[in-house]
């Protein structure tokens, strides 16, 4: 007489249960490692778009001459545009006139917008940094 296990098949439910559990685990795991490897690749680009804003604005704190924002354009000459190692730079420069004592002096406005990429997508980055600079008296 055969003997009938009432157990038949339950090692299948339960391989294919645990299975099911650790892929999904496997799967949770490669998306935070590519969050992360993202997240460290973002955190550099953005350090270098910084770096990239504060030489803008150490090169036009360089062209305000003679009491002017003397930029590069003729037409426009509180803003200059121009890319340069793969930046795009945007400076805009005001000036106000300002009385201290007898002497007045000239208060320079300067910010600076670095982008690189194309806007609306997922490696786009852009840095913008600010400073106010007096002239001579």
């Given amino acids: 007489?055969?003997?009938?296990?009432?157990?038949?098949?339950?090692?299948?439910?339960?391989t294919l249960f645990i299975m099911i559990v650790l892929?999904?685990?496997?799967?949770y795991m490669i998306s935070i490692?590519?969050?992360?490897h993202i997240s460290s690749l973002m955190s550099?680009?953005?350090?270098r778009a910084y770096f990239a804003a504060v030489s803008g604005l150490e090169w036009a704190s360089i062209y305000v001459h003679g009491n002017v924002c003397n930029t590069q354009?003729?037409?426009?000459?509180?803003?200059?545009?121009?890319?340069q190692d793969g930046h795009?730079?945007?400076?805009?420069?005001?000036?106000?006139?300002w009385q201290e004592d007898a002497s007045p002096f000239q208060l320079?406005?300067?910010k600076v917008i670095t982008s690189q990429g194309v806007f609306g997508t997922e490696d786009y980055?852009?840095?913008?940094?600010?400073?106010?600079?007096?002239?001579?008296?």
Wanted: aromatic share 8%; proline share 5%.
């Fill in 44 to 47: 550099i680009r953005g350090e």
């Fill in 1 to 14: 007489m055969k003997h009938q296990c009432k157990h038949q098949g339950f090692s299948i439910i339960s």
């Fill in 23 to 27: 892929s999904t685990l496997a799967s």
């Fill in 33 to 36: 490692n590519s969050a992360m």
């Fill in 108 to 110: 320079f406005n300067i």
């Fill in 88 to 97: 795009n730079y945007r400076i805009e420069c005001t000036s106000e006139t």
């Fill in 125 to 137: 980055i852009s840095y913008t940094l600010q400073a106010s600079l007096s002239g001579k008296p």
């Fill in 73 to 83: 354009d003729p037409n426009n000459p509180e803003i200059t545009q121009f890319t």
